[in-house]
């Protein structure tokens, strides 16, 4: 069991991937707290990973750093300390030209993908401080690395981007109190908007073909990532920002 005994908080825990890394610490013997901002969604979450009594679900939108605050110390209330963070919580808009986009539009990216990243992480850190330990894993985007030709996402991808710094330097300044901090950049995934696209087979064939490995990602490749990052097995290894993409970064640069 490589998370025996581990307290995880994982936001954005009612999304497609937030709810495969659920159920993979969940199977690791790990206690799982749910962070979302619906609670519904989370008890749906928790009858089909099966674990309900390793989990439990707060709700918490992490934009507001009062109710991000409220949830850390009711989850360190009720378990003592929290082991593992997931910044999972996530959002992305519709591709348009980026003199398009409404200013909601990107205060919405702003908000969701760095300032509640900002807000979990900062309110963990005191309790990790405390203990000189846990493990934080930030999940960002292979858009993050390149732009992509006719598909418009100049702020989701720059929020990513700015997602791999932040990483980094959090690695650099809590590594003396044994606090690590890494990054998944999943590529295409078979989770969220994309779910759509891949339901037409001519489309789906059209992004298996630009992946070296011929398949679509699914949320469990990206848990698996994650677990190795939350586990002890990645002791030694902080400030690393890792792709699961099927190779489509080694390919295409």
């Not at 507001?64 to 300390?81: H, P, T, W």
């Not at 789906?204 to 469990?220: C, D, K």
Request: aromatic residues 4%.
């Amino acid at each position: 069991m490589r998370l025996d005994g581990k307290v995880c908080a994982v936001t954005g825990a009612s999304s497609d991937i937030g709810e495969g890394i659920v159920k993979r610490f969940a199977e690791e013997g790990a206690r799982v707290a749910l962070i979302s901002r619906n609670l519904k969604s989370m008890g749906d979450v928790r009858s089909r990973v099966g674990y309900t009594d390793k989990t439990a679900s707060v709700v918490c939108d992490v934009t507001n750093e009062s109710q991000v605050l409220q949830a850390v110390d009711r989850i360190v209330s009720e378990y003592g300390r929290i082991d593992v963070l997931v910044n999972n919580a996530g959002a992305i808009t519709d591709p348009v030209h980026f003199h398009a986009m409404p200013q909601s539009d990107i205060d919405d990216l702003i908000n969701v993908n760095l300032q509640g990243m900002f807000h979990m992480t900062r309110a963990v850190l005191r309790s990790m401080s405390d203990v000189k330990s846990g493990s934080i894993v930030n999940i960002g985007s292979t858009a993050s690395e390149r732009a992509i030709p006719k598909v418009h996402l100049a702020v989701y991808s720059s929020t990513k981007a700015a997602t791999s710094m932040f990483t980094k330097s959090i690695a650099v300044e809590y590594a003396r109190r044994n606090i690590r901090c890494n990054c998944v950049n999943p590529g295409i995934i078979n989770s969220g908007m994309i779910k759509p696209y891949l339901d037409d087979p001519a489309a789906r064939s059209v992004l298996e073909e630009r992946l070296p490995m011929g398949r679509i990602g699914q949320p469990q490749d990206v848990a698996n990532a994650v677990l190795f990052f939350a586990s002890d097995e990645s002791a030694w290894v902080t400030g690393t920002v890792l792709n699961v993409d099927g190779g489509r970064s080694a390919a295409e640069g």
